[in-house]
Every structure is written in structure tokens, then in C-alpha cells.
């Protein structure tokens, strides 16, 4: 790929006057970015002398199992500042980061502002940053599900738009991204960053009592996670989510930690009934990953966990009706089975009678993908560090 364009960059200057680190200030909010950042965080510490890491955290996620539990598990730095944005609709939650990130690139002025994912906080600081002329590197551009009603593809497009690096997990982002007009030489295949936090973890994980402290069975029990609006917020649709999967329960244990956005569905919408199912708080991130290796199926609406079972090799049902990481279905061992109740049945029997589906590694999924960034960002930023 050639190199990227960097507008930073003085064309006087060339990337041998090294003197000066490149100020990253690096965005965290909500709980995937957190296994996102944590590698990223690592190898600009690792590079002291061509890395000044900013890590901020944004506070749009901010209980103790939501957040905290995440930066000690992965030995994330603790931040350099919190702007304790928390909850809110849309609107409030983007508005609060956009205007207290702005202060703060006013304050440490950046060279560059490195975001993750696809939340509120990550298109709240791209669009801070832009508008201060200060470039932005996306870390998983390019993902669409082309499901406008998802507010994280409305954060997908508007980031990508905005940023000057495109960071790619898969060969369709690349494809999505070109097809948009992003200029080909911004973008650059990486490879995954929560799967290289995933494979530095893996050991720690499976040493772990999770399974057995939940009284379960490994390979004879499935993982549920729902927190996606589409599924939860309608009284009806959690509903029958919960008929079926209580179903699936009384032939192998279904455990389900809970996302506080859901158990807040189930007591305003549902008046506080719990499905039939083994309900926990919130996991931490070594405790989900051992529950992830050993399960025989996990069924969920996230993003994430779609890549890290396919990672894992342990088979995903996904109660989505699209998804934005067509690899993990290509390759992986992920399915899109909608969120038809009857479909989610004639899935899960086809699963659990049928030949295991094997799946193989997307390519560049090797645990690299934190050096390959840090890589490009220091051949691109090296000349404009030295410059201020
Ligand atoms: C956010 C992301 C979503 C991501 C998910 C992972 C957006 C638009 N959505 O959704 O992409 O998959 O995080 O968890 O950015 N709450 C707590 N404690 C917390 C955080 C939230 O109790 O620490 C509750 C609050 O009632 C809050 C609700 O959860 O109103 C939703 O939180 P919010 O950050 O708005 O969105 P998520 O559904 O978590």
C-alpha cells in the first residue's frame, strides 16, 4: 500500500529529524474499545522515545463491571483524564464528548487523535478533532452493515469520513471504503486489534474457575449476550427472544451475563420477569473469554463477539439480521440467523445435531495488528513530531 497522505506533515521536514515523540491522544469510552485500545496502548509504551501516549477516557461507560474491571484485566494504563461524560440519549452523550474533547485538543494539542470502534465517544472526537485540523486515525474503519436504524453504522460512516488513516480488520472494509471514495492510499489492512488482545490472553484465561465457579460443564453449556436497541428495547421482540432461548435452556444450561442496558429493558418493559435462563452480572474480560472457549455455542447481537468466536473457533449464532464483519461468516464459524424466534430454533437444532463447523483464521488475525498501526503511524508522523 502506499504511503499514507499526511496533511501534518511539512514537506521541508523528512522523517529522519526524529527528535520529538508524536503525541497520540487516544480515545476510550465504551466497553469494546476497551480490548481495542489496550494492545495499542502497549506498543506506543514500548516506543518511548517515538510515542507520547494521551489516553482519555470518555466515561459514556463508567459502572465498575463495565469499565474499571476491563483496564485491570488488560493492564491498561489508568487515563490521563475522564471527561465523565456517562449515559444519555444520543444526542446529550455526543454532544458532552465532542465539546469537553475540544477543550482538552485545545490544551495538549495532539499530533494526531487515534479512535477505536464505532460508538457515540468514537465519532464525538473524530469530528472534535477534524474540526480543529488535527488528523484522525480510525482503528476498524470500514465495517457497514448497511442498516441505517444501527446508530453504530451511522458512527461507522461518519468516522471513516472524517479520518485520515483507515485502519481495516477485513478484506470488505477495504471494499466498502474504496467504494465510497476514500482515497486508497489512506487505508491500511492491519489485521484486528481485539483479536490481538485476545491472543495475548488466552492462557491467562484458561486458567481460570469461571466455568466451574457458574457450575457448568465445558462444552455442554451456551453464552448469550443481547444488548443491541433493535432486540431489547421493544417489550415485544425481548419477548420472544427469551421464549426461545428459555427453550434452549431445559436442554443444555443457557448463561446469560446481563448488560445493564438490558436488565434496565426488563424491568421497564417486561415489569422485572426474568427469562428462564442463568442470568450473571457482567463478566470481566478474562472471566467472557474463558466462558467463550468452552462453550458449545454462543448466540448474541454483538459485533465483537461475533470475530472473537470465530477467532476461538466455538460456533456463534448471531440474532441480527446482518452484520458488518462478513468475514466471520466466510471464514469463521458465524452465522446470521436473524431474530425470528422459529429461525433461532431450526439454528440451533441444525447446530446441535449437525457436524461442528471448523472455520479457519482471517488472514492477518495474528495478534500483530497494534505493531502494524504504531508502524505506519510513526513512518507518517515522524516529520510532523519533529516539527512541534
Ligand atoms: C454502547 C455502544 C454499542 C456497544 C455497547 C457495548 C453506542 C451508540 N453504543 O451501547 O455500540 O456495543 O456500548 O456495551 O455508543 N449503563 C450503565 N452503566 C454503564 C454504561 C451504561 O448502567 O457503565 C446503562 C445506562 O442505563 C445507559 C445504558 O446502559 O443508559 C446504555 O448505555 P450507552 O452507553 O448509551 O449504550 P450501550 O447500549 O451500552
Known sequence: ??????????????????SQPIRVLAIAGA???FMKIAPLMHEFARRPDRFEPILVHTGQHYDQAMSDSFFRDLGIPEPDVNLGVGSGTHGHQTAQVLMKIEDLLIERKPHVVLVVGDVNSTIAAALAAVKLDIPVAHVEAGLRSWDRKMPEEINRVLTDSVSEWLFTTEASAEENLLREGVAAD????????????????????????????LGLTPGEYAVLTLHRPSNVDSAEQLRKLFDVLGQLNREIPVVFPIHPRTAKAIED?????????????????????????????????????????????????????????PVTVTEGTNEIVGTNPAAIEAAIKKLRSGPKREGRQPKLWDGKAAV???DILERDLAGAAANN
Open 1 to 18: 500500500m502506499a504511503r499514507a497522505r499526511n496533511p501534518k506533515e511539512p514537506k521541508s521536514v523528512t522523517s529522519a529529524n526524529q
Open 31 to 33: 466497553r469494546p474499545n
Open 186 to 213: 489512506k487505508i491500511h489492512f492491519v489485521g484486528n486489534v481485539m483479536i490481538d488482545t485476545l491472543i495475548s490472553h488466552r492462557e491467562r484465561a484458561k486458567q481460570l474457575d469461571t466455568v466451574e465457579r
Open 269 to 325: 418493559n417486561l415489569g422485572g420477569i426474568k427469562p428462564d435462563v442463568q442470568i450473571t452480572a457482567p463478566l470481566g474480560y478474562l472471566d467472557f473469554l474463558r466462558l467463550l472457549t468452552d462453550a458449545q455455542m454462543v448466540l448474541t447481537d454483538s459485533g465483537g463477539i461475533q470475530e472473537e468466536t470465530t477467532a476461538l473457533g466455538v460456533p456463534c449464532l448471531t440474532l441480527r439480521e446482518s452484520t458488518e464483519r
Open 372 to 374: 502494524r498501526i504504531a
